[in-house]
């Protein structure tokens, strides 16, 4: 059974940084590509972020080029996404989403972690 | 870039009629297209890929087409747990947009 656990979401102000956590079990996360989707509050799905099952390559959306950063520890089943320079307009929840190649679609779903940058 | 765009953004329609949800991209992306269905407070989850393979698990009221800019998620028969915001994906080339969402009520 596929499972991906995000954690490390919370509030936090402008410019500010937070890093995200993707726990993964029931598969073996090395053998994947990952992908960052996150929703703003009432919105559509807007991709961030993917990285290839070796962290060979990553692929990032515009809104976040540089200034956040997708990684992964195989060795600990983990996804992450570090997070900084934080604006309002990246409030929303952050699903990670496990896929096959990186140019993939997300074949499982995690929950979501809800990020919400506010004074 | 890659833009991704739905139409309608939104319908209603009522159990057991034929639904039909437009997406095309700004340019060619083969067969590598998906869509997914995201029910209200819940996860999104994929229905289909290479825009026409339907996802494990996936009732077959469910269909997709198209290739190169043009592509149609089809529902056959509309059913009431169908209630959702649809979504299409670019899966040809970063950055993986999506398209805007159709929301389909009864």
């Known amino acids: 059974q596929v499972q991906l656990v995000e954690s490390g979401g919370g509030v936090v102000q402008p410019g500010t940084s937070l890093k995200l956590s993707c726990a993964a079990s029931g598969f073996r996360l090395s053998a994947h590509a990952m992908h960052w989707v996150r929703q703003a509050p009432a919105k559509g799905l807007e991709w961030v972020a993917s990285i290839s099952h070796d962290s060979s390559n990553q692929y990032y959306s515009d809104s976040v080029k540089g200034r956040f950063t997708i990684s992964r520890d195989n060795s600990k089943n983990t996804l992450f996404l570090q997070m900084h320079s934080l604006r309002s307009e990246d409030t929303a929840v952050y699903f990670c989403?496990?896929?096959?190649?990186?140019?993939?679609?997300?074949?499982?779903w995690g929950q979501g972690t809800l990020v919400l940058v506010s004074t | 870039d890659i833009h991704m765009t739905q139409s309608p953004s939104s319908l209603s329609a009522s159990v057991g009629d034929r639904v039909t949800i437009t997406c095309r991209a700004s340019?060619?992306?083969?067969?590598?297209l998906a869509w997914y269905q995201q029910k209200p407070g819940k996860v999104p989850e994929l229905l289909i890929f290479?825009?026409?393979t339907l996802q494990s698990g996936v009732p077959s009221r469910f269909s997709g087409s198209g290739s190169g800019t043009h592509f149609t998620l089809t529902i056959s028969s509309l059913q009431p747990e169908d209630v959702a915001t649809y979504y299409c994906?670019?899966?040809?080339?970063?950055?993986?947009?999506f398209g805007g969402g159709t929301k389909v009520e009864i």
């Open positions: 340019q060619g992306i083969s067969n590598y």
């Open positions: 989403s496990k896929g096959k190649g990186i140019l993939s679609p997300g074949f499982d």
């Open positions: 290479g825009a026409s």
């Open positions: 994906q670019n899966h040809y080339s970063a950055p993986l947009s």
